[in-house]
C-alpha cells in the first residue's frame, strides 16, 4: 500500500546477474525485467534460456515498486530489512528478513521497501513455476534454502543445465516447493463498506470498537456485516482485525521498537497478552521473531 512518502528512485542500485535486455524503451525509473507496468505493457526482456535467473537488488527505505508484473514466477527473497508486496485484488503481505514472497506469473503487484533492503530476486521459469504454489504466499527460508539460493547468484548468466550447477538448480526448486505457507498476508475486502472498516484499522489498529458499533456505522446488521466479512476476507471480523495488528507488530518489531510500546499502540491490555496473540500466531515470542 503505497503512501505520500514513497517515491521511485531513478538510480535504483539492481546488479543483475543475467540482464540480457535492451532499456531503449523503458521508462526512466524502471526495472528492465518487467513486463508490465500499472497494467501498460513496456519491452519485454530477452528470454534467459534458464528455468531459474536470479538477481541482487539493494534498495533504501520508501523505495515505491508501482505495480508491474512479470512473465516468470519470482520469488522475493528478504536478506536484511522488511518489504511489504500487494496486489490489486489479494491484499498485501509483510516480509521480514530469511523470509520470502512467491509471485507466480503474470501475477500484477507492487513493493514498498519499509526499510532500507537487502534481497534476492529468484526467477522461475512458466514451466518450472506449474510445480510450485499458483497462489502468492510467504514462506520462511530454511538454511539450506538459502545457501542453495546464494551459490546459484553466482553461477555464469548460461550455467550448465546438465551439469552440477543445474542438479543445484533441481534441489532449489524442489526446497522451494515444499516450504509451508507463513501466515503474512492480510486480503483486502471488496465491498465499499468493508474496505472502509479495513482501511480505518490498518492505520487504527489499536481501535476496539465490536463488530455491532461498526456495523452500526455503515448500515449494515451486526449479522450481515460479520457475513460479508467471512466471504470477501476468509476470515471473520476477530479474525481480520487480529491479523491486521499482527502485521503492524512485525513492522513494528523490525524496526526495533519495544514490545511494550507495540503491545499498547495495537490496543492490547498488557505485554503479556500481546506476546500470547504472537506466539500462538506465529510459534515464537516476539523478541525472538526476528532471528535468524
Known sequence: MPTKKDKIDPNISETCVNDHSDES??????????????????????????????????????YYAPSHSHDRGQLLFIAEGLIEVSTK????????????????????????SLSQVKLR?????????????HHCQVISITPLLRELILKAAEFD????EQGPEGR??????????????????????????????AEYLIHEPADQRALQVWAQDVGLSARTLARHFVKETGMSFGQWRQQARLLAAITRISQGDPVAHIAQDLGYDSQSAFIAMFRKAMGTTPGRYMSP
Not at 89 to 112: C, F, K, M, N, T
Open 89 to 112: 485484488d489479494d491484499g498485501y503481505w509483510v516480509v521480514p528478513p530469511q523470509r520470502a514472497v512467491w509471485l507466480p506469473p503474470y501475477v500484477e503487484h507492487d513493493a514498498r
Open 121 to 133: 530476486n529468484v526467477y522461475v521459469s512458466k514451466e518450472a513455476s506449474e510445480s510450485l504454489p
Open 25 to 62: 524503451f523503458v521508462p526512466e525509473g524502471v526495472a528492465t525485467h518487467w513486463l508490465t507496468v500499472n497494467g501498460l505493457e513496456i519491452n519485454k526482456p530477452e528470454e534467459i534460456p534458464r528455468r531459474v535467473v536470479i538477481r541482487k537488488i539493494d534498495h533504501d527505505a520508501g
Open 168 to 197: 543445484l538448480i533441481d534441489v532449489l526448486l524442489d526446497q522451494l516447493a515444499s516450504q509451508p505457507e507463513v501466515p503474512l498476508h492480510l486480503p483486502h475486502p471488496k465491498s465499499k463498506a468493508l474496505k472502509y472498516i
Open 157 to 160: 548468466v548460461l550455467y550448465h
